[in-house]
């Protein structure tokens, strides 16, 4: 089983038991990164409120959402049908079923009362000491920033083979072999998107402590904490519309969102929740 099965089987199971509100909205924005604006994300908005993203910034393996899929067409869907998008064999498909399972494990986690603590900061709380070494699945430049500015050396596994480089502090490779000499690690949870999560993460197993973070990664975080990370940590979106707007304008998501953090040590699990429900 993967990472995403398991997403969709355990949502499968939460439609079982609570109502799962139809889709609202959706938004698609063009993949094309743009160094004016701070980074895009698609948006699933569920009757009632409930919001997902994912990160739209995936340049070519995302291309030509708008022409295959009209947005007006998910109005009214049933959530779970948008969700099963995330067992598709392209990022494009899985890009729209994981903004669903992000909105669906936001109406979870209201209805069952699951308490989403706010982040401290960018890294969902996660500490470095002096003699950490920091390992990163996915280039986050201000996490980078943040941990170079306290002298703590980083390696960064990327895709992308114009970002390669090696310099004092800073190794970013296509290598995650490298990871192996890092005792903490951030994973971005745009590998849910690209389908390397489950490829990724048998390269931290020795770690001390694995995050995945990011808007992508607002989901139930079961799946992750049973094969070892620690904290998963994703947002809050408080007005979807606006959240659209805003991006459209370049503005991106600060004003209408806020980060939370969910740790294996205290989640209480989103089945177990809904105890009491009808």
Same mark, same amino acid.
């Given at each position: 089983? @993967?990472?995403?099965?398991?997403?969709?089987?355990?949502?499968?199971?939460?439609?079982?038991?609570?109502?799962?509100?139809?889709?609202?909205?959706?938004?698609?924005?063009?993949?094309?990164?743009?160094?004016?604006?701070?980074?895009?994300?698609?948006?699933?908005?569920?009757?009632?409120?409930?919001?997902?993203?994912?990160?739209?910034?995936?340049?070519?393996?995302?291309?030509?959402?708008?022409?295959? #899929?009209?947005?007006?067409?998910?109005?009214?869907?049933?959530?779970?049908?948008? +969700?099963?998008?995330?067992? &598709?064999?392209?990022?494009?498909? /899985?890009?729209?079923?994981?903004?669903?399972?992000?909105?669906?494990?936001?109406?979870?986690?209201?209805?069952?009362?699951?308490?989403?603590?706010? +982040? %401290?900061?960018?890294?969902?709380?996660?500490?470095?000491?002096?003699?950490? /070494?920091?390992?990163?699945? &996915?280039? #986050?430049?201000?996490?980078?920033?943040?941990?170079?500015?306290?002298?703590? !050396?980083?390696?960064?596994?990327?895709?992308?083979?114009?970002?390669?480089? @090696?310099?004092?502090?800073?190794?970013?490779?296509?290598?995650?072999?490298?990871?192996?000499?890092?005792?903490?690690?951030?994973?971005?949870?745009?590998?849910?998107?690209?389908?390397?999560?489950? $490829?990724?993460?048998?390269?931290?197993?020795?770690?001390?402590?694995?995050?995945?973070? &990011? !808007?992508?990664? %607002?989901?139930? !975080?079961?799946?992750?904490?049973?094969?070892?990370?620690?904290?998963?940590?994703?947002?809050?979106?408080?007005?979807? @519309?606006?959240?659209?707007? $805003?991006?459209?304008?370049?503005?991106?998501?600060?004003?209408? %969102? %806020?980060?939370?953090?969910?740790?294996?040590?205290?989640? !209480?699990?989103?089945?177990? @929740?809904?105890?009491?429900?009808?």
């Amino acid at each position: 089983m @993967s990472v995403c099965s398991d997403l969709l089987a355990l949502a499968e199971q939460v439609g079982d038991l609570i109502e799962i509100p139809t889709v609202r909205q959706l938004f698609l924005p063009e993949p094309a990164i743009d160094a004016d604006k701070d980074a895009e994300f698609g948006v699933v908005e569920l009757d009632g409120g409930a919001t997902g993203l994912f990160y739209a910034w995936l340049e070519d393996s995302q291309q030509g959402m708008n022409e295959r #899929f009209a947005m007006e067409e998910f109005v009214g869907k049933d959530a779970l049908e948008v +969700a099963r998008y995330l067992a &598709g064999k392209d990022d494009v498909s /899985r890009s729209i079923g994981l903004a669903a399972i992000n909105a669906i494990s936001q109406h979870a986690f209201n209805v069952g009362g699951i308490a989403l603590d706010e +982040a %401290s900061d960018s890294m969902a709380g996660m500490a470095l000491h002096d003699q950490d /070494r920091l390992g990163m699945i &996915g280039n #986050f430049p201000s996490i980078v920033r943040q941990a170079r500015g306290q002298n703590i !050396p980083v390696t960064v596994v990327e895709r992308k083979h114009h970002m390669l480089r @090696s310099e004092p502090g800073l190794t970013i490779t296509l290598d995650p072999l490298e990871l192996g000499g890092c005792n903490k690690i951030i994973c971005t949870a745009a590998t849910l998107i690209n389908n390397s999560i489950d $490829d990724m993460l048998p390269y931290c197993t020795h770690a001390d402590a694995v995050a995945v973070i &990011g !808007p992508s990664a %607002s989901f139930f !975080p079961e799946p992750l904490f049973e094969r070892g990370v620690a904290i998963v940590g994703g947002t809050i979106v408080r007005d979807a @519309s606006r959240a659209i707007s $805003d991006q459209v304008l370049g503005r991106g998501l600060r004003a209408v %969102s %806020s980060r939370y953090v969910l740790s294996s040590h205290h989640y !209480p699990g989103v089945l177990q @929740s809904f105890s009491g429900a009808p």
